[in-house]
């Protein structure tokens, strides 16, 4: 993603490949009716394009700042960095979480760590939503995994980048910005999180579990190589 060099004359140079507004992977009319192919199509290839091309601006700003050894912007740039990047990634999870669900629920170890960590699925939604529609600003609600706990834990993130917690990983991530709704849901940010709930792609939310419970960054020290194989060899063991 981001390569040192040296161009062909041997002058020292720092370059990196710039980040490209990811494809959308299905048609803007593929959400409808809970999600316009108005309303997505501006937030994909309007909110999200900007994302992307503020982070490929702040890179460019933090490889002339290395060219010239002058840092004194770099707060502004690490700030713009963490913003645009958190953006970026962010609405790129959030496409893969979307596809119209017809009601079916979370399944296998998704749901199993969904009722260990919240009670029931019910109790999950209900957090969830209330954590979206209270939100105070701009921001996002995520379903997160914690390695290293090895549990499922519901955030809110502020902007894209703040108030949550370190080194979890979203699964599952619901866009609370006005930017996401407004088109369609105007004022009435209840109706979009019911919207929400249509268009869960629960597929996605368990692969992205069952890939990221293989990582263990457990704090505790394990005494044998069976428990240290993964978390979803332990899952099975239960
Ligand atoms: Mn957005």
Redesign the pocket.
């Known amino acids: 993603m981001f390569v040192e060099g040296s161009d062909p004359y041997g002058k020292p140079m720092s370059t990196f490949t710039k980040f490209k507004l990811p494809p959308l992977g299905y048609a803007y009319d593929s959400l409808e009716p809970a999600y316009s192919a108005e309303l997505l199509e501006l937030?994909y290839a309007g909110?999200?394009r900007a994302y992307v091309d503020g982070l490929n601006r702040s890179l460019e700003g933090l490889a002339e700042m290395r060219g010239k050894g002058d840092f004194a912007r770099i707060n502004q740039l690490q700030k713009d960095l963490a913003f645009n990047y958190s953006g970026h990634l962010l609405?790129s999870l959030?496409w893969r979480n979307l596809e119209p669900n017809e009601g079916a629920p979370p399944s296998g170890q998704l749901e199993f760590r969904i009722k260990d960590a919240f009670g029931s699925t019910d109790a999950f939604r209900r957090q969830f939503g209330a954590a979206g529609a209270a939100l105070q600003g701009s921001g996002w609600v995520a379903l997160t995994y914690d390695p290293m706990q090895e549990t499922l834990l519901i955030e809110q993130f502020h902007d894209h980048e703040n108030g949550h917690a370190v080194g979890t990983v979203p699964l599952l991530v619901m866009?609370m910005?006005e930017?996401?709704y407004y088109l369609q849901y105007r004022n009435k940010k209840e109706k979009w999180i019911v919207a929400f709930w249509e268009l869960v792609n629960w597929g996605d939310v368990a692969r992205r579990l069952d890939n990221a419970v293989c990582v263990d960054l457990a704090l505790e020290t394990r005494g044998n190589v069976i428990e240290t194989a993964t978390s979803r060899f332990r899952f099975a063991r239960r």
Do not use: K, L, R
Request: glycine share 0%; charged share 10%; proline share 0%.
């Open positions: 937030h909110h999200h609405h959030f866009d910005w930017h996401a």
